[in-house]
């Protein structure tokens, strides 16, 4: 789950964590208020989306003047923001974030991220802030410094301070930096944080640490014990298929191919996206229905699916453990039948109940086709959709 910055930023406040001084606004009115409250001659102007990349797209200004920031502001509110990380359908701007400026004399990156490889923390920091640090990993490998941090142990003075000589922190400096990084990494924890990421860093010329920037990612297998985060989600920035799975306990993420799936495992779900890959198609989206689906649970699931206008064809691979195929079936016809199925349909059914599964498909009087394997399933979708393509 993804926060907007202001919200970020309010988090870290609250663990003592430096951030400039700012207010949220819907209108610009509300905009020139939260300027004059802030005092000052400087303001930062920034939309508010779930997307890195907004200051490209003209989503982050800097105002010299009142007048200034409700200009912006009016031209921020309502636009359609597009980035890097949008996509080219860009995301409608509702709000945007007004900051004192800061008085900025170094930029660094900073972020922090679960590392299930080594199941430790892993900060990543370098001396090149306020640019994509995609590019800085490309360009200058060697300006990206890492430390890995055991969760038994937390953050230690020798990680802060490997930290701060690799970034080049002045001695004077070195006790606000571990401040700050003590306190980020007890926010990180303490918030079930999977993503923390800050840019830029700033140092400015009064010898302040401050993040300019500040993003979330929280896992989500953890909300239920983060009720104050929860209340943080933004569903208009969520896409609106996603949201309606989890209403049902799907795991669902939508991609841009036009092969949908519905899968049982999230191994097996990711499996059949790379074999429809191999055999020349494209998917649709990951759905993993889970183990111990119902009816009106599959049905809802097929329902989604097709609710996707890309979607041009549909797989479903189901092994059937706590999931009985006749269950699958059961659903899969209901669907069909409920939306009038106008793509075509290969199931691949295994496991317990499959024989009753499979008369109950090849009786249905369903265009549906069936498949011996995961193999010959995903070159029976791939070419009947080139078919109804051509």
């Given at each position: 789950m993804n926060i907007h910055e202001y919200q970020a930023k309010s988090i870290l406040a609250k663990y003592n964590v430096n951030v400039p001084k700012g207010g949220v606004a819907y209108t610009p009115a509300e905009a020139e208020n939260v300027a004059n409250r802030l005092g000052g001659n400087l303001w930062v102007v920034k939309a508010q989306i779930h997307a890195g990349g907004r200051g490209k797209g003209g989503g982050v200004k800097l105002a010299r003047t009142i007048g200034e920031v409700a200009e912006y502001a009016s031209k921020m509110i309502g636009m359609n923001l597009v980035t890097h990380q949008t996509g080219p359908e860009g995301k409608e701007v509702k709000r945007v974030y007004i900051e004192e400026g800061s008085n900025i004399a170094e930029e660094m990156y900073l972020s922090m991220i679960v590392d299930r490889a080594t199941s430790r923390v892993t900060c990543m920091a370098s001396s090149e802030g306020g640019v994509e640090i995609e590019e800085v990993a490309a360009k200058h490998p060697e300006k990206i410094f890492m430390v890995e941090i055991d969760p038994v142990c937390g953050i230690q003075l020798f990680h802060i301070r490997k930290l701060a000589f690799d970034l080049g922190i002045r001695k004077e400096l070195q006790g606000k930096f571990t401040e700050f990084m003590t306190n980020l990494y007890r926010a990180f924890i303490e918030k079930d944080v999977s993503q923390l990421e800050i840019n830029?860093?700033?140092?400015?010329?009064?010898?302040?640490?401050?993040?300019?920037?500040?993003?979330?990612?929280?896992?989500?297998?953890?909300?239920?014990?983060?009720?104050?985060?929860?209340?943080?989600?933004?569903?208009?920035?969520?896409?609106?298929?996603?949201?309606?799975?989890?209403?049902?306990?799907?795991?669902?993420?939508?991609?841009?191919?036009?092969?949908?799936?519905?899968?049982?495992?999230?191994?097996?779900?990711?499996?059949?996206?790379?074999?429809?890959?191999?055999?020349?198609?494209?998917?649709?989206?990951?759905?993993?229905?889970?183990?111990?689906?119902?009816?009106?649970?599959?049905?809802?699931?097929?329902?989604?699916?097709?609710?996707?206008?890309?979607?041009?064809?549909?797989?479903?691979?189901?092994?059937?453990?706590?999931?009985?195929?006749?269950?699958?079936?059961?659903?899969?016809?209901?669907?069909?039948?409920?939306?009038?199925?106008?793509?075509?349909?290969?199931?691949?059914?295994?496991?317990?109940?499959?024989?009753?599964?499979?008369?109950?498909?090849?009786?249905?009087?369903?265009?549906?086709?069936?498949?011996?394997?995961?193999?010959?399933?995903?070159?029976?979708?791939?070419?009947?959709?080139?078919?109804?393509?051509?």
């Open positions: 830029p860093l700033a140092i400015t010329k009064e010898n302040n640490i401050i993040a300019l920037d500040a993003k979330f990612n929280f896992d989500e297998n953890a909300l239920y014990r983060q009720q104050a985060v929860m209340e943080l989600r933004d569903e208009d920035e969520e896409d609106p298929l996603e949201r309606k799975a989890a209403k049902f306990g799907l795991s669902y993420v939508k991609m841009d191919g036009n092969i949908g799936c519905m899968v049982n495992g999230a191994g097996l779900a990711m499996a059949t996206m790379d074999i429809i890959k191999y055999c020349g198609g494209s998917p649709a989206n990951f759905l993993d229905v889970g183990g111990g689906a119902t009816k009106e649970k599959v049905t809802e699931a097929f329902k989604i699916i097709l609710s996707d206008p890309n979607v041009e064809g549909i797989l479903v691979n189901i092994f059937g453990g706590i999931m009985r195929c006749d269950i699958i079936a059961e659903g899969v016809i209901s669907a069909a039948r409920e939306v009038s199925l106008d793509v075509p349909l290969v199931v691949r059914l295994e496991g317990t109940n499959v024989e009753l599964g499979k008369k109950m498909l090849a009786t249905s009087g369903l265009p549906i086709l069936p498949a011996d394997n995961l193999g010959d399933a995903a070159e029976r979708i791939v070419k009947a959709v080139k078919k109804a393509a051509a």
